[in-house]
């Protein structure tokens, strides 16, 4: 497993160089203790959604997130939306599989939001973690700063220029503000 820093690029192949296929995005975090609260008894849920945008060039072609599970080429899902990031494990998940995806889109951009507005101040213990077929952890992204923003973009995958059917990751690391993706094109624009 690859601890990745902000900047970081990795192929995202096996050993033998060959492209991987089926991936996970895995999300957790955990509200900070009175995040969000006004007074001591109204302490509302810090609701965190992990968005996949997939664009073509710099035009958004697609995504998946808690109002739209599903990309047309079913190639990236929205495993469900966790309102509250309690449990442990990930809280959200996003399958990919590489082989699938529309041979026009060169770009997906993964990022978090919070869709009440709550600043990014207000969770602890949150990454981003990506998981191969065989559940084995490739890479993990921690969000250790206390982002002043509503939103976060983890990562892009982007199709090799030498070889279009293979993908990398870079990780981005980058607060911004956006609270619903789809309200949000120009703000994500500038990471295509």
């Known amino acids: 497993m690859i601890e990745l820093e902000r900047g970081d690029e990795m192929a995202l192949a096996r050993e033998d160089g060959t492209p991987l296929g089926r991936l996970t995005m895995g999300l957790g ?5 009175g995040a969000g609260a006004l007074s001591g008894a109204n302490t509302p849920d810090v609701d965190l959604d992990a968005s996949a945008m997939q664009y073509t060039g710099d035009q958004l072609f697609d995504l998946a997130f808690f109002n739209h599970l599903e990309t047309r080429d079913g190639s990236v899902k929205h495993l469900g939306d966790n309102l509250s990031g309690r449990g442990e494990g990930d809280d959200e998940q996003i399958s990919i599989d590489l082989s699938a995806v529309y041979p026009r889109v060169d770009t997906m951009l993964f990022l978090v939001s919070s869709y009440h507005g ?6 602890h213990h949150a990454y981003c973690r990506l998981i191969d077929e065989d559940d084995e952890e490739l890479a993990r ?5 206390g982002v002043p923003r509503t939103g976060f973009m983890l990562a892009k995958m ?3 220029p030498g070889d279009p059917d293979a993908w990398r990751l870079r990780a981005i690391g980058q607060g911004i503000a956006v609270t619903v ?3 949000s094109l ?6 295509v």
Do not use: G, M
């Not at 709550?118 to 969770?123: G, I, N, P």
């Open 29 to 33: 975090w955990d509200k900070k203790p």
């Open 118 to 123: 709550h600043s990014l101040e207000f969770v």
């Open 141 to 145: 992204f921690t969000l250790t700063e």
């Open 158 to 160: 982007f199709r090799d």
């Open 181 to 183: 993706p789809t309200e």
């Open 186 to 191: 120009d703000v994500l624009q500038r990471f």
